[in-house]
């Protein structure tokens, strides 16, 4: 089963993700850039703010890494139903 989701995975992020997260670059990019700019302001407001600012960083990248994986399961668990019909 690990190999059967890593397999899928990939596929789906070279297939399906990637073309789709295209659409979005220009939001993603501006994103991005706000929140370094945010993070760079707390930072000169509160240099002891950097070790807390690594630590949501990873968090939050936890937390997307997990939905992603929700994601992927969902399409996948669709998909099984619509071959059995």
Known sequence: MEALLEAL???AEENLIFP???AYTPQ???ARIR???LKEELRVL???AEEHLEKLETELGIIHSC???AFLLAGISIGLELGRL
Do not use: C, K, M
């Open 9 to 11: 995975t990939l596929y």
């Open 20 to 22: 789709l997260v295209q």
């Open 28 to 30: 993603i990019r501006g």
């Open 35 to 37: 929140a370094d700019r």
């Open 46 to 48: 509160a240099p002891e």
């Open 67 to 69: 939905r992603e994986q």
